[in-house]
């Protein structure tokens, strides 16, 4: 079964940090472009961050450049996403999605064909 997971979330204080790790289980990341998104509480899903099969980076949101960055583990089959001054606005479910796609560029949110669950993320003080 092919699968993605989400771990690391939890609850922090205005300036905090978290890293979250979409980890596949069932295929390899190696040749898949893996993304981030958040959904928070009546608001639509938000794209956040992308990496490529080949480390091309592109933020789907300016609101986390120069806060958020990814990387990739293919050894661990793990993609995180490191959050740092984490603002209340950032409290959302975080969910990393996949699909095998053109190493040189990231897909749109609907090109996605494997989602994780998603793992909640809350910033409060």
């Known amino acids: 079964q092919l699968q993605l997971v989400e771990s690391g979330g939890g609850s922090v204080q205005p300036g905090g940090s978290l890293r979250l790790s979409c980890a596949s289980s069932?295929?390899?990341?190696?040749?898949?472009?893996v993304g981030w998104f958040r959904q928070a509480p009546g608001k639509e899903r938000e794209g956040v961050l992308c990496i490529s099969s080949s480390d091309v980076r592109t933020y789907y949101t300016d609101s986390v450049k120069g806060r958020f960055t990814i990387s990739r583990d293919n050894a661990k089959n793990t993609v995180y996403l490191q959050m740092n001054n984490l603002k209340p606005e950032d409290t959302a479910v975080y969910y990393c999605a996949a699909v095998r796609f053109s190493r040189f560029r990231c897909p749109e949110d609907y090109e996605y064909n494997y989602w994780g669950q998603g793992t909640q993320v809350t910033v409060s003080s």
């Open positions: 069932g295929f390899t990341l190696d040749y898949y472009a």
